[in-house]
Every structure is written in structure tokens, then in C-alpha cells.
């Protein structure tokens, strides 16, 4: 691992219900050893069935992934936010981290599993530019 990936990598939304959930299941899977990922929400809710559903058709397990705040993550741990937001506020992480921002549509909106899907293949895109190395590898 080089000095410059993150150890521990938070992606950030709204709800922590869909993008900040498929992005926390795909990272996990795809980022080097060592590096810990986590997800949470400035409102936080019930991780969506459909993020569940369209991340099981790529073999991995989210069910057991809850919401989480902002105020549950311990900020003195975190390297490296990426935020999710497009067309809502996104939430506020405090301190000195280096930041992504990732404008994702909400695919709760639609609610269709196409727009899960359409976002879980961006994350997935993103992340494999973040860690070249890294592809999905089912739990």
C-alpha cells in the first residue's frame, strides 16, 4: 500500500440508505487489505432492499449493514470522505481529511432496481479508478 491510500475511507450521503450503503458493500470488497471502509448519513434511515438486492446479484452480502450519523463515525480515524450527493445538501464531515465528491443521482427517488443498478455500476467504476487493482470479490 502506498502513503498515500487511505486506511479508512467513509463515503458519505443524506440517508445512508442506497449510494453511501452500495458504495460501503463494493469498497469492502474491492480495496486493498487494510484499508476500512465505512458509510453514514446526516439523516440517517433503513438501508434500502433494493441496494441489498442489486449488490447480491454481484455476490455480495449488505444485509447486514445498518444506517448510521455522522456522529457515530470516530473522525480522528477517518483518512479520505467521498460524498455521494447530487441534488440534496450533503452532510459535513469535520476535520482535516482529503475529499471526494462523487455527485450520484439518488436511486431511491426512482425506486426502480434499474436506478440502483445504474448507480451501483458508477460506484463500482469509480472505486476501480480509485484502486486499479481492486474488483468486486463476492463475501
Do not use: Y
Not at 487494510?34 to 444485509?63: F, H, K, N, T, Y
Amino acid at each position: 500500500m502506498s502513503p498515500l491510500e487511505p486506511l479508512h475511507v467513509l463515503f458519505l450521503c443524506v440517508q445512508n440508505s442506497a449510494r453511501s450503503q452500495m458504495a460501503e458493500g463494493l469498497a469492502r470488497a474491492m480495496a486493498p487489505a487494510g484499508v476500512r471502509v465505512s458509510s453514514a448519513g446526516s439523516a440517517p434511515a433503513q438501508v434500502r432492499p433494493q441496494a441489498v438486492a442489486v449488490l447480491a446479484e454481484l455476490g455480495l452480502d449488505i444485509s447486514a449493514q445498518r444506517s448510521k450519523a455522522v456522529a457515530e463515525i470516530d473522525t480522528e480515524t477517518v483518512d479520505l470522505v467521498i460524498t455521494l450527493c447530487a441534488e440534496e445538501v450533503c452532510p459535513v464531515f469535520p476535520g482535516p481529511v482529503r475529499r471526494l465528491h462523487w455527485p450520484l443521482p439518488d436511486p431511491a427517488r426512482e425506486g426502480s432496481l434499474e436506478a440502483f443498478r445504474a448507480v451501483r455500476d458508477e460506484i463500482r467504476r469509480r472505486l476501480k479508478e480509485l484502486w486499479p487493482s481492486g474488483d468486486v470479490q463476492p463475501q
